[in-house]
């Protein structure tokens, strides 16, 4: 019974050290994920192409794109993850932003809001360093969604 007792007190230390971890606050400069790509695509077809993905990956895009300016190449919308705290997951709104040159775009992702509360109607910022590092994996992954999306872009057009 000793064993037990002393693996189930390693067991929440270790728990207590995780959540202190998840705890700390990210400075306000590392709170944004910005990358770069490079692609063998126009500006136009990249800006296009782009605005089919954010249709096609958004449930609603038509109240996602806040604006499009395909003159100067850009893109900014509001998406919507999530991250998972001790006992629940809780959706976080945050920005895109993607622009467009001939060959490459940037995307970026900021202003990150976590929804709060019993009927999630709380926001507040996220600043916790593990709750930041779940939503950098998720964002990451959706990058690199739209990366596919726009690599496979040239080889679709022929139907």
């Known amino acids: 019974m ?8 390693v067991g929440v230390v270790c728990s207590l050290f995780s959540a ?4 700390q606050v990210v400075p306000p400069e590392q709170r944004s994920i910005q990358k770069v790509h490079e692609i063998n695509l126009t ?3 990249i800006y296009d192409k782009s605005l089919e ?55 970026s992702y900021n202003n990150f809001v976590g929804m709060w509360g019993e009927y999630r109607n709380l926001p507040r910022d996220v600043e916790e360093q593990g709750y930041m590092a779940e939503i950098t994996q998720r964002v990451t992954a959706m990058d690199d969604s739209l990366y596919s999306y726009l690599k496979g872009a040239k080889k679709n057009e022929n139907w």
């Not at 996602?64 to 919308?77: C, M, Q, S, T």
């Not at 622009?99 to 940037?106: A, I, L, N, Q, S």
């Open 53 to 107: 993905w954010m249709a096609q990956a958004f449930h609603d895009s038509k109240s996602v794109i806040e604006l499009k300016d395909r003159e100067n190449g850009k893109i900014i919308g509001k998406g919507m993850t999530s991250f998972t705290n001790v006992v629940a997951e809780i959706p976080c709104r945050f920005t895109m932003v993607l622009e467009t040159k001939d060959g490459k775009y940037r995307t």
């Open 20 to 23: 202190c971890a998840n705890l």
């Open 2 to 9: 000793h064993g037990c007792v002393r693996f189930l007190l």
């Open 43 to 45: 500006k136009n077809e």
